[in-house]
């Protein structure tokens, strides 16, 4: 912060060596301020070799007002141009070249406190990868506007902080601005996937889906997306290393666990397709998979396809035939499809223009009478006819 700068006296003779100063300002290019023709005198200058101290004074001079009539708001950069999230440099970095790429891993220093100064926890040598998610978006969003060995502070709303749920790691309360003090140490390229260990690929996909996961218990279902699908982008990579069977099967357990994951922050969006994307290549890798089969029923059901959703939720309970979960799903969808089937019955009849279901018992009872007495004339009829013809044989062997 700027500190305000006491008023400076000068003497008559540097008032005249102000007033004759405008020429040597006008040939250094400097600005300088218009006189009024009453403040101008023909008194002679000063001797030459003063003038160039009281230029010195005057320029020091104007600096230091210049900083004393900054408003403090100025030396604030406001990122997102809603007050609520603002950038102040302390120490200046080695220039905008330095600037960090997203995609890039950056090394930090961080000290965490409440608005009212009280410190949170203090951290160094703090490393992520610049818009992954890894981190509070707050960092994620000024981090990118540091100079590398720039040293700032950071004013956040909870909003890009730990929003309304807060956070136990570190204990900051609900709804709490943060004010962020930031020292960026680092900026290195991500590693190449293909270089990587299959042992490194796994524990970098986890620990993205980890962070996944975070998102989803805060409510924040798109940066899930998100994580969950740069942990996808480990697990697919090629790889320039050898990798045993044992390893494979890892990576696809941590690829299985990731899209079912997704699939549940999809559902939370109702991005109903993607979700049924999702769960259809989970399948692919773990035909038997539960919990695929679970959320692709709810999928499933949610788009109206309740024949397919029962089945495929059957298929899920005989794998785990205790799972209360599928129970419930299950049951609540067999007796939504048992009501919808009975009012697209319902619907049908009333297209084709029969009865109300109040008169069908009345119907019913003419129509079955009415059928009850063609049977019983149709049967006598045939008797006479039989017994007819049973009589003309008789004469006929007679005679």
């Known amino acids: 912060m700027a500190e305000t700068a006491e008023p400076i006296d000068i003497t008559d003779g540097e008032d005249k060596a102000k007033r004759n100063e405008k020429t040597s300002l006008l040939d250094s290019g400097e600005d300088f301020e218009v006189l ?11 001797p030459l070799e003063d003038t160039d101290s009281v230029n010195v004074k005057r320029e020091k001079e104007q600096d230091e007002n210049a900083h004393a009539d900054q408003s403090p708001d100025e030396e604030w950069l ?21 600037r960090p790429q997203k995609g890039q891993n950056v090394k930090i220093n961080l000290k965490t406190s409440l608005i009212n100064g009280t410190l949170v926890v203090e951290e160094s040598n703090i490393t992520f990868t610049l818009g992954d998610g890894d981190v509070i978006q707050a960092l994620d ?41 930031v020292e960026l140490l680092e900026a290195t390229d991500a590693p190449d996937l293909e270089l990587l260990s299959p042992k490194e690929k796994i524990e970098l996909a986890d620990h993205k ?29 090629s790889s320039k290393v050898d990798i ?11 690829k299985v666990k990731c899209l079912n994951n997704m699939a549940a922050a999809q559902l939370k969006l109702d991005h109903y397709e993607a979700a049924l994307k999702s769960c259809t290549s989970a399948l692919a890798h773990q035909h038997d998979n539960v919990k695929a089969l679970f959320r692709m029923g709810k999928v499933l059901a ?5 024949t397919e959703a029962i089945q495929t939720l059957r298929r899920a309970l005989k794998l785990e035939p205790s799972n209360k979960t599928i129970h419930a799903e ?69 005679n």
């Open 36 to 46: 009024n023709e009453e403040d101008i005198d023909d008194d002679e200058p000063p």
């Open 78 to 98: 406001d990122v997102l141009g809603n007050d609520q999230l603002k950038k102040k440099v302390l120490v200046p970095g080695q220039g905008r070249d330095s």
């Open 141 to 181: 969003l000024v981090v990118q506007l540091m100079e590398l060995g720039e040293k700032a502070l950071i004013l956040t709303d909870a909003k890009y902080a730990y929003g309304s749920q807060g956070s136990i790691d570190p204990e900051v309360a609900s709804n709490a601005e943060l004010s962020l003090e």
């Open 209 to 237: 889906r980890e962070r996944g996961n975070v998102h989803y218990q805060r409510g924040d279902y798109a940066f899930a997306v998100n994580s969950y699908s740069i942990a996808l982008q480990i697990t697919d990579s």
């Open 244 to 254: 045993t069977t044992e390893e494979e099967n890892e990576l696809v357990d941590v």
């Open 302 to 306: 949610l788009q109206g396809e309740y």
């Open 330 to 398: 299950l049951s609540k969808l067999v007796k939504k499809n048992s009501e919808q089937r009975g009012a697209e019955q319902a619907m049908y009849k009333k297209m084709l223009g029969n009865p109300p279901s109040t008169g069908s018992g009345i119907q019913k009872h003419k129509v079955k009478t009415s059928w009850g007495l063609s049977w019983k004339w149709l049967f006598g009829a045939t008797a006479v006819a039989i017994g007819g013809v049973a009589l003309s044989v008789v004469i006929a062997a007679r």
